[in-house]
């Protein structure tokens, strides 16, 4: 189960929205083989009636009260981007006219 | 002239309180000390001479119109890069947040401020914390100051190497599987991770949300304490905060008593397998504790055979999903692919991840990516969530046996840079130690106990103590702390040979 393919971490990549060049491809199909040969061992504890930790704390929602309180201004939050039109975010256009 | 750069913290603060100096001059000798070393250490980012000034100034002021500040007032510090500071920029050790200047600050960034600690600057890490030698940046690799040619630890190696080479008194760090204690030991200085939740993660860039916990990076047990107590507590913009009370640390540093106290050596952790240098004066400290009163006894943790594999898949998990919003849309970089006329938005997002992160940022996303994935979520995450269980049930065990757990903080001494560069799991394997208590979410600290016989470089002590009982690490620190001190006749940064003769010192 541990053997991970240079297509599987093609794929992989693709789901994961990073471009990768043949060369880096090699390298990390290698490299991940490996990883992945190791951390399959978790597998080796017999662990079928274990609940599952998720988190260190036993999370609970947390609510407050729905009034308002200072914030950013739109400036300040404006300031860091990389294009900004009539107080507001300007981002490319990603879809066609159709 | 005292030279207050190599002072501590504590030193400082009694200093300018009582008129012997002003926060003024600290300050200006602390960004003195960082113009004459860091091109050699490359410990910080980013330097805010003008702000760490101006709020020095306020902090006079303060003290001259007769106000009562905090016990840390006018005591300049470092933040890891990771941490988001309002006006002063942050980039997480990446291309992909290059130039980013936050609007609003941290949660523990505002804390320091309304303390009255001057922000020295921003410091060096691996790429979104994400490395355990600092060579993982984007903007170069921080070098250990008692050797150049080494690596601080990561991934906040250049929070420890300011303290390490007196550019900063203190320095804030986070810790997601050691990277606050790892570059403690190798750096000779004092590094804590207090209880998951104790300080807010508020205005921290999330590596993997259920393990990171930002805390103290000093060169006395004592600092350690005092920044804890500015740091911590409850914050109501955290969900994951915990609502109660900073544990009395300061009291504990100050008291540093362990006579009666019950010491567990973790079997599957006590030196086995480290370097043989590390091993002795794991056991040499030990004695210590001893000598001081304390009971040894031995407590079996055999789940933690299996921390280091679950680790890396819960990781790059949270990791992979924490990473994701910077995708050219949202945050961050955007990158048109080469050679595409109208790229479609997939085509930008995979450009840009590609051309902002750097290898070991992807390695884990794909792995993250692969062990969430349909068919594999059960065998790989669920199951590390299971050995994390295990893990949580072993510290409870143990900590019914022992008041504390103590283990050497790092199999090594600080290697070359370079030397793993190209093989990650030989990178991984220096987390064996540290990563458990994230798992299970306790506190930990590594102090200094000595330099390794076959390479004269420093070697870290860990102290690990149950949930919300962060007081305890305090105290066994600071009495071994105290057991050490007398055995050298000072710090054990006074022995760094490759800060000797450095401009400055």
Same mark, same amino acid.
């Given at each position: 189960?541990?053997?991970?393919? $240079?297509?599987?971490?093609?794929?992989?990549?693709?789901?994961?929205?990073?471009?990768?060049?043949?060369?880096?491809?090699?390298?990390?199909?290698?490299?991940?083989?490996?990883?992945?040969?190791?951390?399959?061992?978790?597998?080796?504890?017999?662990?079928?009636?274990?609940?599952?930790?998720?988190?260190?704390?036993?999370?609970?929602?947390?609510? $407050?009260?729905?009034?308002?309180?200072?914030?950013?201004?739109?400036?300040?939050?404006?300031?860091?981007?990389?294009?900004?039109?009539?107080? $507001?975010?300007?981002?490319? $256009?990603?879809?066609?006219?159709? | 002239?005292?030279?207050?750069?190599?002072?501590?913290?504590?030193?400082?603060?009694?200093?300018?309180?009582?008129?012997?100096?002003?926060?003024?001059?600290?300050?200006?000798?602390?960004?003195?000390?960082?113009?004459?070393?860091?091109?050699?250490?490359?410990?910080?980012?980013?330097?805010?001479?003008?702000?760490?000034?101006?709020?020095?100034?306020?902090?006079?002021?303060?003290?001259?119109?007769?106000?009562?500040?905090?016990?840390?007032?006018?005591?300049?510090?470092?933040?890891?890069?990771?941490?988001?500071?309002?006006?002063?920029?942050?980039?997480?050790?990446?291309?992909?947040?290059?130039?980013?200047?936050?609007?609003?600050?941290?949660?523990?960034?505002?804390?320091?401020?309304?303390?009255?600690?001057?922000?020295?600057?921003?410091?060096?890490?691996?790429?979104?914390?994400?490395?355990?030698?600092?060579?993982?940046?984007?903007?170069?690799?921080?070098?250990?100051?008692?050797?150049?040619?080494?690596?601080?630890?990561?991934?906040?190696?250049?929070?420890?190497?300011?303290?390490?080479?007196?550019?900063?008194?203190?320095?804030?760090?986070?810790?997601?599987?050691?990277?606050?204690?790892?570059?403690?030991?190798?750096?000779?200085?004092?590094?804590?991770?207090?209880?998951?939740?104790?300080?807010?993660?508020?205005?921290?860039?999330?590596?993997?949300?259920?393990?990171?916990?930002?805390?103290?990076?000093?060169?006395?047990?004592?600092?350690?304490?005092?920044?804890?107590?500015?740091?911590?507590?409850?914050?109501?913009?955290?969900?994951?905060?915990?609502?109660?009370?900073?544990?009395?640390?300061?009291?504990?540093?100050?008291?540093?008593?362990?006579?009666?106290?019950?010491?567990?050596?973790?079997?599957?952790?006590?030196?086995?397998?480290?370097?043989?240098?590390?091993?002795?004066?794991?056991?040499?400290?030990?004695?210590?504790?001893?000598?001081?009163?304390?009971?040894?006894?031995?407590?079996?943790?055999?789940?933690?055979?299996?921390?280091?594999?679950?680790?890396?898949?819960?990781?790059?998990?949270?990791?992979?999903?924490?990473?994701?919003?910077?995708?050219?849309?949202?945050?961050?970089?955007?990158?048109?692919?080469?050679?595409?006329?109208?790229?479609?938005?997939?085509?930008?997002?995979?450009?840009?991840?590609?051309?902002?992160?750097?290898?070991?940022?992807?390695?884990?996303?794909?792995?993250?990516?692969?062990?969430?994935?349909?068919?594999?979520?059960?065998?790989?995450?669920?199951?590390?969530?299971?050995?994390?269980?295990?893990?949580?049930?072993?510290?409870?065990?143990?900590?019914?046996?022992?008041?504390?757990?103590?283990?050497?903080?790092?199999?090594?001494?600080?290697?070359?840079?370079?030397?793993?560069?190209?093989?990650?799991?030989?990178?991984?394997?220096?987390?064996?130690?540290?990563?458990?208590?994230?798992?299970?979410?306790?506190?930990?600290?590594?102090?200094?106990?000595?330099?390794?016989?076959?390479?004269?470089?420093?070697?870290?002590?860990?102290?690990?103590?149950?949930?919300?009982?962060?007081?305890?690490?305090?105290?066994?620190?600071?009495?071994?702390?105290?057991?050490?001190?007398?055995?050298?006749?000072?710090?054990?940064?006074?022995?760094?040979?490759?800060?000797?003769?450095?401009?400055?010192?």
């Amino acid at each position: 189960m541990s053997a991970l393919s $240079r297509d599987e971490v093609a794929h992989v990549a693709m789901l994961a929205r990073i471009q990768l060049s043949d060369a880096e491809l090699d390298k990390l199909a290698a490299q991940l083989d490996q990883i992945v040969g190791f951390v399959a061992t978790v597998g080796e504890i017999a662990a079928d009636d274990i609940p599952p930790m998720s988190h260190p704390l036993p999370l609970v929602n947390v609510t $407050r009260a729905d009034e308002v309180r200072p914030s950013l201004t739109a400036d300040a939050a404006l300031a860091a981007a990389p294009h900004a039109q009539a107080g $507001r975010f300007a981002v490319p $256009r990603i879809l066609d006219e159709e | 002239m005292t030279d207050y750069t190599r002072s501590t913290a504590a030193e400082i603060a009694a200093a300018i309180a009582s008129g012997e100096t002003t926060s003024v001059a600290v300050t200006q000798a602390h960004l003195d000390r960082i113009a004459s070393v860091d091109s050699a250490v490359h410990a910080f980012l980013e330097v805010d001479a003008e702000g760490a000034l101006a709020a020095a100034r306020a902090v006079d002021d303060a003290f001259a119109a007769g106000q009562s500040l905090g016990p840390l007032a006018g005591v300049p510090i470092a933040v890891k890069d990771v941490v988001v500071t309002k006006g002063l920029t942050t980039t997480a050790g990446s291309k992909i947040l290059q130039g980013w200047v936050p609007p609003y600050d941290a949660t523990l960034v505002t804390r320091l401020r309304a303390a009255g600690m001057p922000i020295l600057g921003k410091t060096n890490m691996d790429e979104f914390a994400m490395g355990s030698s600092t060579e993982h940046s984007a903007y170069g690799p921080t070098h250990n100051p008692w050797d150049l040619e080494r690596i601080p630890g990561g991934s906040g190696g250049g929070s420890s190497a300011a303290v390490a080479a007196f550019e900063a008194p203190l320095a804030i760090g986070t810790d997601t599987g050691g990277s606050i204690r790892q570059p403690a030991a190798v750096t000779g200085t004092v590094g804590t991770k207090p209880t998951y939740g104790g300080v807010s993660r508020y205005g921290l860039i999330a590596l993997a949300s259920s393990l990171d916990q930002a805390g103290p990076c000093t060169r006395s047990v004592l600092d350690a304490a005092l920044l804890h107590a500015v740091i911590g507590g409850h914050d109501v913009m955290d969900s994951t905060s915990i609502d109660a009370p900073v544990p009395p640390v300061v009291e504990a540093a100050t008291r540093a008593d362990v006579s009666g106290m019950k010491i567990g050596v973790i079997k599957e952790i006590s030196g086995e397998g480290f370097q043989p240098g590390i091993k002795k004066l794991f056991d040499q400290s030990v004695q210590l504790l001893v000598d001081r009163g304390a009971e040894v006894v031995e407590v079996s943790c055999p789940s933690f055979e299996k921390g280091l594999a679950a680790y890396y898949l819960i990781l790059p998990s949270e990791a992979s999903s924490n990473l994701a919003k910077f995708d050219a849309m949202r945050y961050g970089l955007r990158v048109g692919p080469e050679g595409v006329d109208s790229p479609s938005a997939e085509q930008v997002m995979a450009a840009t991840r590609d051309a902002g992160f750097g290898d070991e940022v992807k390695r884990r996303i794909i792995l993250g990516t692969y062990a969430l994935s349909a068919g594999y979520y059960d065998a790989y995450y669920g199951q590390a969530q299971k050995v994390r269980t295990l893990i949580a049930r072993d510290f409870e065990r143990a900590f019914e046996q022992a008041d504390v757990l103590v283990t050497p903080t790092a199999p090594t001494t600080a290697f070359k840079l370079g030397e793993k560069l190209d093989d990650p799991m030989a990178m991984y394997l220096n987390d064996v130690a540290t990563i458990p208590a994230n798992l299970a979410g306790v506190p930990g600290m590594s102090l200094p106990n000595g330099l390794a016989d076959e390479d004269g470089l420093p070697s870290g002590f860990q102290i690990l103590a149950p949930a919300a009982k962060d007081e305890r690490l305090y105290e066994v620190g600071a009495a071994l702390e105290a057991a050490l001190l007398a055995q050298w006749g000072g710090p054990i940064l006074d022995k760094a040979p490759a800060l000797a003769g450095k401009a400055g010192m």
